[in-house]
């Protein structure tokens, strides 16, 4: 159940990670690692402030100085007994808090060490500052999103921050796992959230400048398409049409009631296709035309706003409707379940600290009560 404890065996039952990442792309990563088992223990200190709290479950919360020697004693004390270090600093200013990969190596041997940056450890943009939109753009991948006779427009910061980013990060970190069991050894791991993207490009760098894409707006995946993009039905709401494939057009088409399906392919075609599937959609509510179309294989899908999601019979079957303004935990294991964490934010220095056999006086040095000054949720606007 959301918010209660994780007691189940997940799958990384057993892994303790340190995580010092900051934002959203490292936290999300480590609650991901927390929600299959992990024992994450988060790491503040300074202005910087607490990692977004829709990331933040399942973990526990300590603020060192790390300017400090006790901090930095109190930072290797708790490397010593871990798995995993995450870190999402700028190139170089993990080693000059006294975390860089050296140091901590020789703490901990066998450490699997991420970092997870926007351009990489090295290239010469690799001190520059960006977000989701610039690794986007410089991947390759906004170019081909948004309208023809429009700018270029990004889908929200989900690609680049959370699945060239975080995705990429658990899946490096739980491999790099897989392979100490074998090695006995650790290793540092260059996550780069430009990496992510362009490797996500690999169906897309080929259509680029075909007749599947030839620019910006006039491909196949985005939007030209007539049987590729949303439908306004007539309170509104929008369809989701992706009846690519000719059984699913055929579906489609006969599903509306349109007669003999004509050819899709041909580009002379789309502009037939697309007024008699927009006219149609426009003669009835969403919620109806989703009812008519279960089961027909015909690729339509109500779009939903985000407040719909959660009570959606299908969604609802498979993780319940406990999660409303949270994510359930994924993917589903059917020995090892993934359970969401509580989400407690409160200061736990002292009590991780003492679990980790330091005294007061060491954990008093160490511990950061500075208030945080860094973004932790949505400005108001």
């Known amino acids: ?43 503040g200190g300074g202005r910087a402030g607490l990692p977004l709290n829709e990331v933040s479950r399942g973990k526990s919360y300590v603020s060192l100085d790390l300017k400090s020697d006790a901090g930095r004693k109190a930072l290797h004390r708790l490397v010593a007994e871990a798995d995993v270090f995450v870190e999402s600093f700028r190139p170089g200013v993990a080693e000059r808090l006294g975390a860089g990969y050296a140091e901590l190596r020789a703490v901990k041997p066998n450490l699997v060490y991420c970092s997870l940056t926007g351009y990489g450890q090295f290239g010469p943009m690799s001190q520059e ?6 690794y986007l753009s410089m991947a390759g991948m906004l170019g081909m999103m948004g309208p023809e006779d429009g700018p270029p427009t990004p889908p929200l910061n989900i690609v680049a ?9 658990a899946l490096s970190i ?41 620019r910006r707006g006039t491909g196949m995946m985005n939007g030209a398409a007539p049987f590729y993009r949303c439908y306004e039905c007539s309170d509104g709401r929008y369809v989701a049409i992706g009846a690519l494939e000719r059984q699913f057009f055929v579906a489609l088409w006969r599903t509306l009631g349109l007669g003999e399906p004509p050819e899709q392919y041909p580009r002379t ?42 009570l959606d019979p299908h969604m609802a079957d498979r993780h319940g409707t406990a999660y409303v303004d949270s994510v359930p935990p994924v993917p589903l294991f059917s020995r090892t379940p993934s359970v969401a ?40 606007m």
């Open 129 to 134: 500052a960006g977000h989701d939109i610039n």
């Open 1 to 43: 159940m959301e918010g209660g404890t994780n007691t189940a065996k997940g799958a990384l039952d057993g892994i303790r990670v340190v995580d010092m990442s900051r934002l959203a792309p490292g936290p999300y990563a480590t609650m991901l690692l927390a929600d299959m088992g992990a024992e994450v223990i988060a790491v």
């Open 269 to 310: 075609q789309w502009p037939m296709i697309e007024a008699a599937l927009a006219g149609r959609f426009k003669e009835r509510p969403r919620d109806e035309w989703t009812e008519i179309f279960y089961g027909t294989d015909a690729c339509v899908s109500p779009v939903l706003d985000p407040h719909e999601v959660n």
């Open 341 to 380: 964490g509580e989400n407690d934010r409160s200061d736990r220095t002292v009590e991780v600290l003492q679990r980790f056999g330091m005294g007061a006086d060491e954990i008093a040095a160490a511990h950061d009560t500075t208030k945080p000054a860094g973004l932790t949720g949505w400005p108001e």
């Open 161 to 169: 921050d959370f699945a060239g980013g975080s995705l990429l990060a």
């Open 174 to 214: 739980t491999t790099a796992l897989y392979e100490r069991e074998r090695s006995g050894q650790g290793q540092y791991l260059d996550v780069a959230m430009i990496d992510g993207v362009r490797s996500m490009m690999a169906m897309h760098y080929v259509m680029w400048g075909t007749s599947a894409c030839p």
